[in-house]
């Protein structure tokens, strides 16, 4: 399979209330879109280049899918974003708290030499700000 990954999409309980956290982190959207079909309402943000993140209320996802929703579990999937210093990883944090995440491991120094921490966003979908002096020619 050639990997062409152009949308992540998270399945929200609400999704206006999502809507406004992503704002938050300054997020580029154009806003809820679909709302005039069942299970449509859905919200895009644009990450990178060719890369999407959608919200979309879960009971969509599970109408669509043909699955039951089962609980939510934030240790199944972690979104990783890296940035190009320490005192960024400290912004981005205290920008996601601002926006009403959770902060559920403070950022700080990694045993294999980076910097990170992790939150949550209003769904418990898990985010990890880090610095990887490893990586920085991709960021």
């Known amino acids: 399979m050639k990997a062409r990954i152009t949308v992540i999409t998270l399945g929200v309980d609400d999704l206006e209330r999502s809507l406004q956290f992503y704002r938050d982190l300054e997020l580029e959207t154009e806003g809820i879109i679909g709302k005039e079909f069942e299970y449509g309402a859905v919200a895009f943000f644009k990450l990178q280049a060719g890369l999407n993140l959608a ?3 879960r009971k969509s996802i599970a109408h669509d899918s043909g ?11 972690s979104i990783g974003h890296n940035v190009l210093s320490k005192a960024e990883v400290d912004e981005v944090m205290e920008q996601a708290k601002s ?8 950022a700080h120094d990694t045993f294999w030499g980076g910097y990170a921490g992790y939150f949550q966003d209003p769904d418990q979908h898990l985010s990890e700000v880090v610095w990887n002096p490893a990586l920085l020619a991709e960021v």
């Open 67 to 77: 699955l039951s929703a089962g609980p939510p579990a934030p240790t199944e999937l």
């Open 99 to 106: 926006a009403g995440a959770v902060i559920v491991k403070a």
């Open 55 to 57: 919200i979309w209320p």
